[in-house]
């Protein structure tokens, strides 16, 4: 058992496993390209970081002429108005008509590599086949195929053999995989003025949670100006709700962010049936699903006068008038009850009475998470 930054990971492949995997890729190259007669050697592209160990052990087990190039995939949020901008760094081959085979640590969604593609394709090569140590095949949804693979593995997060953890763990000689937990996934549901904020924060901190807002997950994808901010940017210019679809496409990605995680609260999500569905379909792709819906529930009027308050204070437009008040505790009831029936149905929707001292409901949140736990 080894720890690296805040999380355990367990044994999970040996040397002599890795070994095996490695050989496996090797025999298939090698059958495809030794007895070639090409001008022109293949060319390795290994993908940086992760992908260095396996490389290496992997070139030791081919005999036939080759070239190998070690370039790093970096996708930053652009600050032009073209969004994201993705290169390959390190790279200055000319590769028209050659033979590509890039070589990667792991492949997971699939994403990185359905960004690099289309730039080696750009560069007029005359193939490309892609090797990976490691595939999570119930998490792949791409539409390339991926030619040589060493081992298949369900969707764990490992570490080691060149694969890091936040940046730990790449010299492992060996492979680990995070310790099974049974993750913990919240919707969070407060009406404006509930303490919602503070109390989301708590529960990240003793849960380990990460704590996804759609209202951040917005607010972020504009500012970036990525292609699904510049997407939903268009609807809330035009006085429109952002489209499910857009707003699930942008979580989802969140999700997929973090697999280290051990759970998340979604926090302003879902808010309606689609919504829901949409969550549980996701999650189950990594094989999860919500474990509980947590409401916090305060009656009307205290929600009033603690908001009243809060505007005297802040000088918060929205919290100064007791009509617009009022009506956002109403839109907050009609889309609560939507969720809560859903989740209900399950057996998993729990009210916690949200009145008294912040501690005493943080510690009402922990009673019902800790009851469920166990
Ligand atoms: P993809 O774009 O989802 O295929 O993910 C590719 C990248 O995510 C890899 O190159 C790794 O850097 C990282 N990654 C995905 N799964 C794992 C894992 O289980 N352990 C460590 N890194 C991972
Ligand atoms: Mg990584």
Same mark, same amino acid.
């Given at each position: 058992?080894?720890?690296?930054?805040?999380?355990?990971?367990?044994p999970?492949?040996?040397?002599?496993?890795?070994?095996?995997?490695?050989?496996?890729?090797?025999?298939?190259?090698? +059958?495809?390209? %030794?007895?070639?007669t090409?001008?022109?050697?293949?060319?390795?592209?290994?993908?940086?970081?992760?992908?260095?160990?396996? +490389?290496?052990?992997?070139?030791?087990?081919?005999?036939?002429?080759?070239?190998?190039?070690?370039?790093k995939?970096?996708?930053?949020?652009?600050?032009?108005?073209?969004? $994201?901008?993705? %290169?390959? *760094?390190g790279?200055?081959?000319d590769?028209?008509?050659?033979?590509?085979?890039?070589?990667?640590?792991?492949?997971?969604?699939?994403?990185t590599?359905?960004?690099? @593609?289309?730039?080696? $394709?750009?560069?007029?090569?005359?193939?490309?086949?892609?090797?990976?140590?490691?595939?999570?095949?119930?998490?792949f949804?791409?539409? &390339?195929?991926i030619?040589?693979?060493?081992l298949? *593995?369900?969707?764990?997060?490992?570490v080691?053999?060149?694969? =890091?953890? =936040?940046? @730990?763990?790449?010299?492992?000689?060996?492979?680990?995989?995070?310790?099974? !937990?049974?993750?913990?996934?919240i919707?969070?549901?407060?009406?404006?003025?509930?303490g919602?904020g503070?109390?989301?924060a708590?529960?990240? =901190?003793?849960? $380990?949670?990460?704590?996804?807002? !759609?209202?951040?997950?917005?607010?972020?994808?504009?500012?970036?100006e !990525?292609?699904?901010?510049?997407l939903?940017k268009? &609807?809330?210019d035009?006085g429109?709700? /952002? #489209?499910?679809e857009?707003t699930?496409?942008?979580?989802?990605?969140?999700?997929?962010?973090?697999p280290?995680a051990?759970?998340?609260?979604?926090d302003?999500? #879902?808010r309606t049936?689609? %919504?829901?569905d949409?969550?549980?379909?996701?999650?189950?792709?990594?094989?999860?699903s919500?474990?509980l819906?947590?409401?916090?529930?305060?009656?009307?009027?205290?929600l009033?006068?603690?908001?009243l308050?809060?505007?005297?204070?802040?000088?918060?437009a929205?919290d100064?008038?007791?009509?617009?008040i009022?009506?956002?505790?109403? /839109?907050?009831n009609? %889309?609560?009850? /939507?969720?809560?029936?859903? &989740?209900?149905?399950? $057996?998993k929707?729990?009210? *916690?009475?949200?009145?008294g001292?912040?501690?005493?409901?943080?510690?009402?949140?922990?009673?019902?998470?800790d009851?469920?736990?166990?």
């Amino acid at each position: 058992m080894i720890k690296l930054h805040n999380k355990t990971f367990v044994p999970y492949i040996n040397s002599l496993e890795i070994k095996k995997a490695v050989k496996k890729v090797a025999q298939e190259i090698s +059958t495809d390209f %030794q007895n070639r007669t090409d001008k022109q050697p293949p060319l390795f592209i290994a993908i940086l970081n992760g992908s260095f160990m396996f +490389t290496s052990d992997l070139m030791k087990e081919l005999s036939f002429n080759l070239e190998i190039s070690f370039v790093k995939f970096s996708s930053y949020e652009g600050t032009s108005s073209t969004g $994201n901008i993705n %290169q390959l *760094i390190g790279f200055n081959h000319d590769i028209k008509n050659r033979d590509i085979v890039i070589v990667e640590d792991i492949i997971d969604t699939g994403n990185t590599l359905e960004k690099v @593609l289309p730039i080696l $394709n750009d560069l007029n090569v005359k193939s490309i086949k892609i090797a990976t140590l490691l595939l999570k095949p119930t998490v792949f949804n791409k539409k &390339y195929s991926i030619n040589y693979v060493g081992l298949e *593995i369900p969707n764990t997060f490992v570490v080691g053999y060149g694969l =890091d953890y =936040d940046e @730990l763990g790449r010299n492992l000689k060996e492979i680990y995989k995070l310790k099974d !937990t049974v993750m913990l996934n919240i919707v969070l549901f407060g009406p404006p003025g509930a303490g919602k904020g503070t109390q989301a924060a708590r529960l990240v =901190d003793r849960y $380990n949670l990460y704590h996804l807002s !759609t209202g951040d997950v917005f607010r972020y994808n504009i500012k970036n100006e !990525t292609e699904l901010g510049k997407l939903a940017k268009g &609807y809330i210019d035009n006085g429109q709700l /952002v #489209p499910d679809e857009v707003t699930i496409k942008m979580l989802e990605s969140e999700v997929e962010k973090h697999p280290e995680a051990e759970g998340f609260i979604f926090d302003g999500f #879902p808010r309606t049936e689609v %919504q829901a569905d949409a969550l549980e379909s996701f999650l189950s792709k990594r094989n999860t699903s919500v474990k509980l819906m947590l409401a916090l529930d305060v009656n009307e009027d205290e929600l009033v006068n603690r908001l009243l308050l809060r505007g005297k204070d802040s000088g918060r437009a929205d919290d100064a008038n007791e009509e617009v008040i009022r009506n956002r505790i109403k /839109v907050y009831n009609d %889309q609560t009850a /939507v969720v809560a029936d859903y &989740y209900n149905k399950q $057996n998993k929707f729990i009210k *916690i009475d949200g009145v008294g001292s912040i501690d005493d409901i943080t510690q009402r949140l922990f009673d019902a998470i800790d009851t469920f736990k166990s």
